[in-house]
């Protein structure tokens, strides 16, 4: 998918990696992004953006995750403007410490996610397009943080489910990929700045656009590390891994 003209919905958009990725997009002359994010305080983001890009192509959605209702207006809203969106991702997320981890990290991800195909797929009111969801490394390989670690596992085994349990997730339709980075500098990651080596920002936004632009990429984890950079984290066939676990009768 060329970026050029597209509409995009981006939760979690006024700050870190959501923000870099709304202005790569915007950069790369998309024709409408919505910065979805509950801190009103942040709205200043999209002010900014709209000053270097132009009123007509960035619009605030002040969202609450934690809130399906929040979830499903701001959608909404953000599709009534150019009715169409192109691309969804679902970014929002907070650390450890975070009373509402759960709901925000893997809950609000798994109703973005449905929300996709009514937004998205040829089914419904869309013309096909890309669902990305913000995983981590630490939803491939845990490292302590067990509350934040279970989120992001949840977001990566939804992702890759997605396309099993419905057709309208496939190549010719919704593509899905999670999106599965080392730690970046934000302000999520204060606390580990002394034992972790960093990755680039725009090597995470790198990630995003090859997700967004390569059509041959469909339910994968793209993977950035500090040594390895941007690849793919294997996965088994599903049809394979269940031939060889014996789950399934034959």
């Keep these: 998918m060329k970026t050029k003209g597209i509409c995009a919905i981006i939760t979690g958009a006024a700050e870190g990696i959501g923000r870099a990725v709304a202005e790569r997009l915007l950069e790369k002359e998309a024709k409408f992004v919505a910065v979805l994010d509950v801190n009103k305080t942040k709205e200043k983001t999209a002010k ?30 953000a599709y009534d403007i150019n009715k169409r969106v192109d691309v969804i991702v679902n ?4 650390p450890e410490w975070h009373p509402d981890i759960l709901q925000i990290n ?59 349990q419905d057709s309208c997730f496939s190549p010719d339709d919704v593509r899905v990929g999670a ?44 993977r950035i590390t500090p040594k390895l950079g941007i690849d793919f984290h294997p996965l088994t066939p599903h049809e394979q891994f269940l031939k060889l676990t014996g789950i399934l009768k034959d």
């Design 106 to 164: 893997l809950g609000s991800v798994i109703t973005g996610s449905e929300l996709a195909k009514d937004y998205l797929s040829k089914t419904k009111r869309g013309y096909g397009g890309v669902l990305i969801n913000t995983a981590s490394i630490l939803g491939l390989f845990p490292l302590g943080y067990t509350r934040y670690v279970a989120t992001k596992f949840g977001v990566v085994g939804l992702t890759l489910s997605l396309p099993l």
């Design 48 to 77: 900014d953006l709209r000053e270097k890009f132009g009123k007509e192509r960035v619009q605030y959605f002040h969202c609450n995750v934690t809130k399906d209702e929040d979830i499903k207006r701001a959608f909404k809203q």
């Design 91 to 94: 970014n929002a997320g907070v």
């Design 179 to 222: 999106i599965c980075p080392g730690f970046v500098e934000t302000n999520l990651s204060k606390e580990v700045a002394d034992k972790v080596n960093f990755i680039k920002m725009d090597q995470i936004v790198d990630a995003f656009l090859l997700m967004i632009e390569d059509d041959t990429k469909h339910n994968c984890c793209i």
